[in-house]
Structure formats: structure tokens, C-alpha cells
């Protein structure tokens, strides 16, 4: 499975931005997808995920701000940024997990994402 992320780009804060996520693969197939970030210096961290039933989760701190959605007929899936700050400047990587016999982990090159003060 091949992850393409796109839609970084610079903004200013109190903007929008809205990411893709195109899988080479349905993703019907596709126990979770999600979004992580990693700014400099910092460990990457959980926006969200989407598993294949629809059902979304998100980071505590992300709530409100952030809305990951997926339309399967695309096998995409979206993260849609609003209110943006300078404190959400990272990377975003787009990530999908595969539960079946054994656990497989998939990882996009990742999207940056500069938000300007």
C-alpha cells in the first residue's frame, strides 16, 4: 500500500487547509487510517484516524479543530485544518494500518504544513 499526502502549503493563522490522502489501495482494505504531524524537535503525534466502519478518532487537543473524513470511491481520506497557528507548523504524515493475520503499517512521505504569525 502506497500513501500519497497533499494540500500543505503555507498559511496564516486563522486559516484553512484542507490534506489528502490517496491510498494505491481500496480502502475498504484499510482496518485505520489516520493523520499524525511532527514538528521540529518533537516526537510525532495522533490528529486522527478513520477505521473502515467510518467511526473517527481524535486526539484530545485536536477536537474541534481538526475533521478527518474519507470517501472510499476516491480511497482517500481528508483532514480538514481550521484556525490555524503558528503551533500547528509540522509535517503531516498520513498513516493506514492493516489488521489481518499479522498487523501492517503504512506510512505517506508526509506534507508541510507553515503556519505564519
Request: aromatic share 10%; with cysteine.
Amino acid at each position: 500500500v502506497q500513501l500519497q499526502a497533499s494540500g500543505g502549503g503555507v498559511v496564516q493563522a486563522g486559516g484553512s487547509l484542507r490534506l489528502s490522502c490517496v491510498s494505491s489501495a481500496s480502502i475498504y482494505g484499510l482496518s485505520f487510517m489516520g493523520w499524525f504531524r511532527q514538528a521540529p524537535g518533537k516526537q510525532r503525534e495522533m490528529i486522527a484516524t478513520i477505521d473502515d466502519r467510518g467511526i473517527t478518532n481524535y486526539e484530545d487537543s485536536m477536537k474541534g479543530r481538526f475533521i478527518i473524513s474519507a470517501v472510499n470511491a476516491k480511497n482517500t481520506v481528508y483532514l480538514q485544518m481550521n484556525s490555524l497557528g503558528p503551533d500547528d507548523s509540522a509535517v503531516y504524515y498520513c498513516n493506514a494500518v492493516q489488521l489481518m493475520a499479522t498487523r501492517r503499517e503504512y506510512w505517506g512521505q508526509g506534507t508541510q504544513v507553515t503556519v505564519s504569525s
